[in-house]
């Protein structure tokens, strides 16, 4: 797949902005805070639904404005696809392909992106909410139809903790509960599916990630990816993470995890209604990674944590390549290599430099590796000039200086 052209209003800091990106490598290149990681966020939003920054869409909107629009021309193979989301600020986004009205969850099967990004640390290094976002945004990518269930699970578990906040508060427990019954039915259901796709995810990027980061790292450290399960009776939100494989629940049997969500949500009962708050299933689960058999957050050196984080984007990109009939995703590469010693860097572009197309942002443009600097595009203060344009513009500046003497 190929951005061939990108339009944004009202997105960030741009009133209006324009960018057009060729095949192959692209890179942005602006000092910080003037736009070019807005630019790579925005062909994000299209893929994922959401931002890597924030969680929320009201902060992608500019300043006084109630919505935002993105753009973007598309180019698979021969067949062009013109993608276009109106991000509001308050309500539900819209979408439209090729002029049509569309449900925003459809644009995930046109645009196809991973992107690579100093907060992809936090991945490894932080709360499992990170690790969580990272699971399903590549879930939606790849099967699109699960950012729909994913929305669908966090309504019935806003409307589940309103009413243990409820009961709560007036002393309900017993027989006075009936209506948690038919939310735990709903939750159950959602969260099963949500729960076997993550585990069907991480087995099939074990051996991607393998390779990728041993292809980083120069070493092979072992790493493995494995789910810690709110369901098996522990809480991962509050504890380590770490699963023991013999109790770990079966991968692929949503039957099965079903009947253990079910139990848990029964065995938690009267915790949930003293804490108002529902403390089993998917959204209290944790991606616990390991290298050298040891989990990555707390044991791993900063350079095998950034490893790990390359690996697992680098495994996202080629699992979205194995499978898609579109071709490659975009690359997004977004001011990653300032964060990364001489050798990653070179190992790094060395191993995304084959794919379609890779748009690279820094702001020191000396930080691009030779093999990845190709089409230049500047951006100051929310102003994109493409490399052409400012070097016609030096060459006409100097033939008129030329003809004064």
């Known amino acids: 797949m190929i951005v061939e052209h990108l339009s944004l209003v009202d997105f960030r800091n741009y009133a209006t902005a324009e960018l057009s990106l060729h095949r192959g490598p692209n890179v942005l290149v602006g000092r910080n805070g003037q736009g070019k990681t807005n630019l790579a966020e925005a062909v994000v939003f299209l893929a994922t639904l959401g931002s ?52 925003p969850n459809e644009l ?32 939606i990518q790849r099967t699109p139809r699960m950012a729909a269930v994913l929305g669908d699970y966090d309504r019935v578990l806003k409307q589940r903790n309103a009413l243990l906040k409820s009961a709560r508060a007036r002393g309900v427990r017993g027989e006075g509960l009936s209506t948690l019954d038919v939310w735990d039915d709903k939750l159950v259901a959602l969260g099963s599916e949500i729960i076997t796709a993550r585990q069907r995810l991480a087995t099939d990027l074990q051996q991607p990630v393998a390779d990728a980061y041993e292809a980083i790292a120069g070493a092979d450290h072992r790493p493995r990816l494995e789910w810690a399960l709110s369901v098996d009776g522990g809480d991962p939100e509050e504890e380590d993470g770490v699963v023991d494989d013999a109790e770990a629940a079966p991968v692929g049997d949503t039957a099965r995890i079903a009947e253990m969500f079910r139990a848990s949500l029964a065995a938690k009962r009267s915790n949930e209604l003293d804490r108002g708050l529902t403390l089993t299933g998917p959204h209290r689960d944790d991606l616990v990674l390991r290298v050298r058999d040891l989990p990555v957050k707390g044991y791993a050196s900063h350079g095998e944590s950034w490893s790990v984080a390359l690996a697992l984007r680098l495994a996202s ?19 990653v290599f300032a964060e990364l010693d001489a050798d990653r860097r070179q190992r790094l572009a060395g191993l995304t430099a084959g794919y379609e197309q890779v748009v690279v942002t820094a ?40 003809d004064d003497e």
Do not use: C
């Not at 992107?115 to 879930?139: K, T």
């Open 108 to 139: 995930p099967r046109y645009a196809h992106v991973v992107l690579f990004a100093p907060e992809d640390l936090q991945i490894v290094r932080g709360d499992p909410s990170a690790r969580r976002r990272f699971s399903d945004q590549l879930l």
């Open 317 to 335: 990109a080629e699992l979205l390549r194995s499978e898609s009939p579109a071709g490659d995703p975009v690359l997004i590469l977004d001011d």
């Open 52 to 103: 890597h920054r924030v969680s929320s869409d009201a902060p992608l909107v500019r300043d006084g404005q109630e919505f935002a629009v993105i753009r973007a021309r598309l180019s698979h193979g021969e067949r062009r696809v013109l993608a276009e989301v109106q991000v509001n600020r308050q309500g539900s986004n819209k979408a439209r392909i090729n002029g049509a009205p569309s449900k």
């Open 363 to 402: 702001a020191v443009e000396e930080d691009i590796p030779a093999v990845l600097h190709a089409h230049v595009v500047h951006i100051s203060a929310g102003t994109i000039s493409d490399d052409r344009a400012v070097r016609h513009a030096h060459g006409s500046s100097e033939s008129e200086a030329g």
